[in-house]
């Protein structure tokens, strides 16, 4: 267990990054995701190659993948929508929210009930998040983004802790990137005609950032959490997350 745990707690230091990264490059969200996905599909397939590893999946699990692909996409297009619409200290704060959600979502998808110890967790986060919100009502738009960011990674979370032991997650980790790099290409065009923008390459500055997210914040980090997840609960891991925003201010 203390091995999943340190897994567990370098994947959420390594995530505090992201939200940084994210006001730093200059890209919309949408190619933000898009090029976050490539460059982490391409560095878990070079890892999967020179590890050897089987690439095969079990059958009927390729679906479910796509699917928590899918949520992971829409997940990391909502945060960095939230951090373009508000700032780094709001955004992220008001993702804490994962808690409460996993702390219902989780119960009711195996059809019991859901705890009270963490019911009471979960409220006091929202709590924290109206103080916010009737302080900061002019990052409306970035508060609501932050909290739809927050439901899906509860889910995908939930939805990961279910195949965790099942498949091996570098294996996981390739296909629900690599699925979800290929339903946001496709939907790619949609994005820039609804915001009136066209495609563009990042420029030296952002690459060397982009990088650094998909390789390291992404990459290394969502595969240790799928490790973790193979010994913690997804309530454990998603109210361990709440200690994000701490390590983002404070590294911002």
């Known amino acids: 267990m203390r091995k999943a745990y340190l ?5 959420i230091v390594l995530w505090g990054f992201t939200a940084i990264l994210g006001k730093l490059i200059s890209l919309d969200e949408g190619l933000l995701v898009w090029y976050r996905m490539l460059f982490s599909t391409v560095a878990m397939a070079v890892f999967l190659a020179v590890q050897k590893k089987q690439w ?9 993948i796509t699917l928590i692909g899918l ?14 619409a508000s700032n780094v200290s709001i955004a992220i704060s ?6 409460l959600f996993t702390a219902v979502m989780d119960p009711l998808l195996k059809g019991k009930r859901p ?14 998040i109206y103080i916010i919100f009737t302080g900061q009502k002019f990052y409306f738009k970035g ?41 946001l290409t496709i939907l790619l065009p949609a994005w820039m005609s609804y915001n009136a923008s066209s495609f563009s390459m990042p420029d030296m500055r952002d690459l060397q950032y982009i990088l650094i997210l998909s390789i390291f914040c992404t990459t290394v980090a ?22 994000e925003p701490l390590y983002s201010i404070i590294l911002a």
């Not at 949520?71 to 373009?84: D, E, M, Q």
């Not at 705890?115 to 924290?128: D, H, Y």
């Not at 959490?225 to 709440?242: E, G, P, R, W, Y």
């Open 115 to 128: 705890k009270a110890s963490e019911l009471l967790l979960g409220l006091a986060v929202i709590a924290g």
């Open 222 to 243: 969502f595969t240790l959490s799928l490790h973790a997840l193979q010994k913690i609960d997804a309530f454990t891991m998603n109210l361990s997350v709440n200690l």
């Open 94 to 99: 008001c993702f804490s929210s994962v808690a």
């Open 143 to 183: 508060i609501v983004l932050s909290v739809i960011s927050a439901f899906l990674a509860s889910l995908f979370t939930i939805l990961n802790k279910r195949i965790s032991n099942k498949i091996d997650p570098a294996v996981i980790t390739f296909y629900e990137l690599g699925t979800g790099f290929l339903l």
């Open 56 to 64: 095969k999946l079990p059958q009927g699990q390729f679906m479910p």
């Open 7 to 11: 897994q567990m707690h370098i994947a």
């Open 71 to 84: 949520v992971i996409t829409l997940h990391w297009i909502t945060f960095y929508g939230a951090i373009k």
